[in-house]
């Protein structure tokens, strides 16, 4: 996600709510999940075991960096909810692409690029969580 | 979906654990997520201030659609938590559409789509703990 | 593609140039490309030679639906470009899933999905070529 | 898109008749799709008259970059006709975004981004027929 685009959505974004989110910490968070759908796309047409959560993990990355662009017609709670079904598949693709690391490069890069989307969706969900109080 | 293509599935796909799944509780769902993703296509493009709700909805609903089409790479608690994320942004937007039902038919017809996704995911939910148990 | 949701959107949105469009024909083929993204998405778990022209098909499949949902946002010449992409996808996606057709049921009904898809498709761009003339 | 998953992803899958592509032009109209994806998902929710056109637009891109990153599934015409609608797609939405571009910097970055996807799908274009003839 370029900067000044961020810079301008959220200057010109109604924000419900939201006006009080870190925005570098959400623009991490954003460029974590883009990354982690590529990676899962390419390791998806390997063919290999971990194919069909590569392919859930993309669709899931895609979903949740297009809700976050967006930055209204959301809760809280239902980013939240998002957010730790996000985490859930990241985890589980990490694991299963993480079992062939040794033998595929690509498998590799996806499982690091899943355990980055994970940590930067709990980092965005700790950031929710301390606005919250 | 059409009911020989998920037989077909149900006796031809590898289901990592989802053995025992009630396939027409899953068939229900994933027929409701397919019309609540139409629905808020629809109800996106007309500028009310359901708009956004409606593109989340939309994304999260085929995200959930597939992933269920899937069936595979996949575990029943990641499962969970992806319908935990679809049925809260459901209900949230059904209850931004049904704000302006009297206004708009397209609106009133996306909160009665996104009541039957929510309830449809509730039930597919219900079924899995059943199945756990 | 529920038939009241249709009415609500032809007679509630926009249309872009559109008006005269042929509302039976775009149904149809709404219809076709949902059902054709369903069967792409289940036959590319399967992880047969075909499995990555389903990813690809699923993909354009999907887009091309929304885009009819939204019916604004559009000129006829982009909607025909659209469909060009469309039609040849499904066509090589259907090409690949009828070699093995005789020893998967999932890759016969897929290839199935895609001709409906590809025929609907070319209805649906007659109906523009004769609306424009 | 991370150049070392490229090159992994380069050496390691079956390119189907694509093994004299130019890696780094692909490269180039991958980032391309993806920030005009991202910039098309920011304005649509602004709620102006280039919203829909940008809803498009962005399920187009994202489309596109998935299938380049597959890179499998696929034969050149089919990925000739793809581009050609991305293009045709990203021009209609970057002249409905330029319109307002004066009174929004969201607007004139995702016409921009649309601009610069246009221009890079069309290299991919002409590094495709050079590589036929």
Chains 1, 2, 3, 4 share one sequence.
Not at 44 to 58: E, F, G, I, P, R
Not at 59 to 74: E, I, Y
Request: hydrophobic share 45%; net charge negative.
């Amino acid at each position: 996600m370029d900067s000044m685009m961020m810079d301008a959505m959220a200057s010109e974004m109604k924000t419900s709510g939201m006006e009080m989110m870190d925005m570098a910490v959400m623009q991490a968070c954003i460029d974590a999940c883009a990354a982690c759908e590529q990676a899962c796309t390419v390791c998806s047409t390997q063919m290999m075991d971990c194919s069909v959560a590569c392919m859930n993990c993309a669709d899931m990355c895609g979903a949740m960096m297009r809700t976050m662009l967006r930055m209204q017609g959301m809760t809280a709670p239902v980013m939240m909810s998002m957010l730790d079904a996000c985490i859930a598949m990241c985890r589980m693709c990490m694991d299963d692409c993480q079992a062939h690391a040794e033998h595929s490069d690509v498998c590799r890069m996806c499982a690091q690029a899943c355990r980055a989307c994970m940590d930067a969706c709990m980092e965005m969900r700790d950031a929710m969580t301390k606005m919250a109080s």
